[in-house]
């Protein structure tokens, strides 16, 4: 049976690419609905790439939603100078002809997850966490029956993308996160201590455009655009590709290696807001509340990426 799943995203090229790849493997993954949320760009703007990359997969069966515009608590930190003014700049693709749906995209979460058996509904999370905190916040009662929350997200040995200290997800919303990591629900974390590891590099890049297709063309797009940013950064051989690999967990957990840790987020320190600090040599005896994958087989997750994504128009 396909794992039913709702993606939380703010898509961002990468998360795209994630979103794609979860809507070619509808033998693996039966997305119930997607949730846009404030995060790279503003809620709307990401509400309506969501609505484009629906477009684009061919995909509109799919509902997509309008969740959180801001953090909890906190004003809304943005990263067009990673993703460009639109967040998904890159590729032209065509204004959206579909719709939202009128619901907001926490009641969404909540009543899905409330609907169907307990225990069956992953969430993945590609952006900032604000969403699945403010559903776990208004309805507590869901923290039982999701199945777990697979999330972009993090990070340890890597430490951080947007300050020293910490990760843009988390950074975004820390209150979020420390909810969210607080919930007893399963957790699978992918930092950037693995996506680090999965470098678009030129080679894979002229690969996604020699699929032959739409998808194909448009995702070599908005890699060739995203990847500035980085490889100006990272100086590596390609930059890293981070949310796909929360879709690539859910079709081949084989790909990744990690550990069960206690990862607690830091909220009050303005040095080191939101970062993850992950007991990963188990030196407390703090319970261990996440899954973190530190490693994974770039060659098969770019294989798996090219495979799926060539399914599509």
């Known amino acids: 049976m396909p794992e039913k799943i709702i993606i939380d995203t703010d898509p961002g090229q990468d998360d795209a690419v994630a979103i794609l790849l979860a809507l070619a493997s509808p033998g693996d993954i039966d997305v119930l609905g997607i949730v846009a949320v404030a995060g790279n760009v503003s809620l709307a703007q990401n509400a309506k790439n969501a609505l484009k990359v629906v477009e684009l997969s061919g995909r509109t069966d799919v509902p997509v939603y309008a969740g959180c515009a801001r953090p909890l608590r906190r004003p809304l930190v943005t990263a067009e100078h990673v993703h460009g003014q639109t967040g998904l700049d890159g590729p032209d693709l065509p204004e959206p002809q579909k719709q939202l749906e009128e619901m907001h995209g926490v009641d969404f979460i909540v009543e899905t997850v409330l609907r169907e058996p307990a225990g069956t509904v992953t969430l993945c999370a590609l952006g900032p966490l604000t969403n699945l905190a403010m559903a776990l916040v208004k309805a507590p009662e869901i923290a039982g029956k999701i199945k777990q929350i697979v999330l972009m997200g993090g990070a340890y040995f890597e430490v951080g993308n947007i300050t020293p200290a910490a990760e843009f997800n988390i950074y975004v919303d820390p209150e979020a996160a420390d909810i969210v990591f607080s919930s007893g ?90 970062m993850t600090v992950t007991d990963y040599w188990h030196v407390t005896d703090r319970p261990k509340n996440a899954f973190f994958v530190r490693s994974g087989d770039s060659d098969a997750f770019y294989a798996l990426l090219t495979e799926r994504l060539a399914r599509l128009p």
Request: proline fraction near 6%; aromatic fraction near 8%; hydrophobic fraction near 40%.
């Open 185 to 274: 629900v399963p957790i699978v974390m992918m930092p950037l201590d693995v996506t680090h590891q999965m470098l678009s590099t030129h080679e894979r890049i002229e690969t996604f455009d020699g699929i032959g297709n739409k998808t194909g063309a448009a995702v070599a797009a908005m890699l060739g655009f995203s990847e500035r940013f980085d490889l100006e950064k990272y100086n590596w051989k390609g930059a890293p590709l981070h949310d796909p690999c929360v879709t690539a967990y859910l079709i081949e957990p084989g790909i990744f290696e990690g550990r069960q840790c206690n990862v607690e987020i830091e909220t009050s320190s303005e040095l080191t807001r939101g």
